[in-house]
């Protein structure tokens, strides 16, 4: 009786998946440490510092810059994600991590303490604001006078659907520079410059202000 190769083939088939997976994986993880890297050195920041991550999601780019800050730093990792938070406080205490403190945010506001902050750094969250505006005060008030902003977005594709509650002027899933600018600036921040490719392989900018 011939044997079916129906289970070889999709065992081949899961190990094939599997193995693209943590490929994937392992590229994400690679890229993520790089824009640590890039944001450490851009933002001007040293050891002692405290900064903060604003819509930290899991914590990824939470637990690599505070691997890099000492035991006088300080990462403050804010989202409103109950879910979010609790994997951020899983991460830090599995990385042994002391100088992460875990803020539940809000729509329109960071929930940061005024003036606590050296730099702060938003990676493609800031086109899911609802109120730019408010929370641009937020950021401004959470910044130590000279502090550094760090957005990173990437440019919405045509017909790509706009988040819910985000303003309709950002054309669709993202947001360009040229409007992060206009809103930043207009909060009271001084832009500094503009990174058309920051990250080539994501098609992501970054825009780069500081609090005068």
């Known amino acids: 009786m011939r044997r079916s190769l129906t289970p070889l083939v999709t065992t081949a088939a899961t190990a094939a998946i599997l ?55 300080k990462v403050y990792s804010t989202d409103i994600n109950q879910d979010r938070l609790t994997e951020i406080r899983a991460a830090a205490s599995r990385d ?19 003036l606590c902050c050296d730099a702060i750094f938003i990676r493609n969250v800031y086109h899911h604001f609802s109120d730019p505006p408010a ?23 045509r017909g790509s659907e706009l988040p819910a509650g985000a303003p309709a002027d950002r054309g669709g899933h993202g947001v360009t520079a040229d409007v992060v600018n206009g809103e930043l600036t207009a909060a009271g921040f001084t832009r500094v410059q503009t990174i058309d490719n920051w990250d080539g392989s994501r098609g992501e900018f970054l825009v780069l202000f500081r609090k005068n």
């Open 19 to 73: 193995c693209a997976l943590v490929a994937l994986a392992t590229r994400v993880a690679a890229d993520d440490a790089s824009q640590a890297a890039k944001l450490y050195e851009l933002l001007e920041l040293e050891p002692d510092m405290a900064i903060a991550d604003i819509g930290a999601g899991s914590g990824e780019m939470t637990i690599l810059m505070a691997k890099r800050m000492n035991a006088s730093g």
């Open 96 to 114: 042994h991590l002391d100088n992460i403190v875990v803020v539940e945010g809000a729509e329109k506001a960071t929930n940061l303490p005024d």
């Open 135 to 157: 929370m641009n005060r937020s950021l401004l008030a959470a910044l130590k006078p000279g502090g550094r902003l760090a957005i990173i977005d990437f440019v919405p594709r």
